[in-house]
């Protein structure tokens, strides 16, 4: 069994700055690739960023230059530092693990998601 437990998210200003969090645990041999996703209503679930082991990353062109995403590979943990934020950023943020153990090579598993909502 893995978990992966987001944390952050909330209301915030446009022009604002949010960060999320998402800490994987359980059967874990090693954590490969780990990423961001949203999903607005009534649209599809997109990629926000990702990051490799090694800590090279990726960003969709809608957030580049205002997010950040990095990890820390000795607390399985992934981040997402948002800033500049748009009231089209709203949406229900999602991360994500691929992930080696005894049972898969490498298997994505999935937060439970976190309510981002870009306001005033």
């Known amino acids: 069994q893995v978990q992966l437990v987001e944390s952050g998210g909330g209301l915030v200003q446009p022009g604002g700055s949010l960060g999320l969090s998402c800490a994987a645990s359980g059967s874990i041999s090693r954590v490969n690739a780990m990423g961001w996703y949203r999903q607005a209503p009534g649209k599809e679930r997109e990629l926000v960023a990702t990051?490799?082991?090694?800590?090279?990353?990726n960003y969709a062109d809608s957030v580049k230059g205002r997010f950040t995403i990095s990890r820390d590979n000795a607390k399985n943990t992934v981040y997402l530092q948002m800033t500049s934020l748009k009231p089209e950023d709203t949406a229900v943020y999602y991360c994500s693990a691929d992930i080696s153990n005894v049972y898969w090579s490498n298997k994505r598993y999935w937060g439970q998601g976190t309510q981002v909502t870009v306001s005033s």
């Open positions: 990051i490799t082991s090694g800590g090279s990353t």
